[in-house]
Each structure stands twice: as structure tokens, then as C-alpha cells.
């Protein structure tokens, strides 16, 4: 179906900036919605933003003002540009896909059936 790829991911100090990147492959859907989500240990997976085929973006509270989530469709690649990063922010961070699909106000995990295998972010103080 789809296989995702996530790239980017490092250590920064708080305050810094990282650019996560999201290369797919596989089938190609008209209409879809593609994700980021993160996850700490001893947390739920949450959702960081998401944009659907469209160009329509929804973020987090804890995201908005500071992370972008964008796509390059010729590249077939997501990106979420994440500055002014805090402590807070350190996590596994996947991308996500669900095909024949509409992002909504509030994307949930279970709409996604593909998934990379993560990139991790770690931000000191």
C-alpha cells in the first residue's frame, strides 16, 4: 500500500529548530490525509498537525505558532518544520497516511493504517 520513512529527527538545546522529513512510496491516493504524531515514554500517542490532499492544515495547541507541517507532492515527501522547541517536545515523532480520507478538525491514530517507523527528537534545557 503505502510505506512511509521518517528522517530528520536529532538532539537539539531548547530554543532550537528541526526539520523532520516524511518520504513515501508505494500507492498514490487523490484523497488522503497525512500526519505527525508523537509519543514519550509512559504517554499516549498524541497528534502534532496534519494536512489532507488539499492543502488544509489542523495543528495541536501545543504546535500552533511554532510547528509547520508542509508537503512537496512532486517529492512525494511531508515535512513538519518545528521551532522554538522546548523540553516538552522530546519524543518519538511518526508521519502518517490514511488514503481516502479527510483530516476533520481533529485527526485520531485508529483513521491510520500507514505508518513510518518513527524518528526520534530530544530537546535539552
Known amino acids: 500500500q503505502v510505506q512511509l520513512v521518517e528522517s530528520g529527527g536529532g538532539s537539539v538545546q531548547a530554543g532550537g529548530s528541526l526539520r523532520l522529513s516524511c518520504a513515501r512510496s508505494?500507492?498514490?491516493?487523490?484523497?488522503?490525509?497525512m500526519a505527525w504524531f508523537r509519543q514519550a515514554p509512559g504517554k499516549e500517542r498524541e497528534t502534532v498537525a496534519a494536512i489532507d490532499n488539499a492543502g488544509t492544515t489542523v495543528y495541536a495547541d501545543s504546535a500552533k505558532y511554532r510547528f509547520t507541517i508542509s508537503q512537496d507532492n512532486a517529492k512525494k515527501t511531508l515535512y513538519l518544520q518545528m521551532n522554538s522547541l522546548k523540553p516538552e517536545d522530546t519524543a518519538m515523532y511518526y508521519c502518517?497516511?490514511?488514503?481516502?480520507?479527510?483530516?476533520?478538525?481533529?485527526?485520531?491514530?485508529?483513521?491510520?493504517?500507514?505508518w513510518g517507523q518513527g524518528t526520534q527528537v530530544t530537546v535539552s534545557s
Open positions: 508505494g500507492d498514490d491516493y487523490s484523497h488522503y490525509c
Open positions: 502518517a497516511h490514511a488514503g481516502r480520507a479527510t483530516c476533520g478538525v481533529a485527526p485520531r491514530a485508529r483513521y491510520f493504517d500507514n
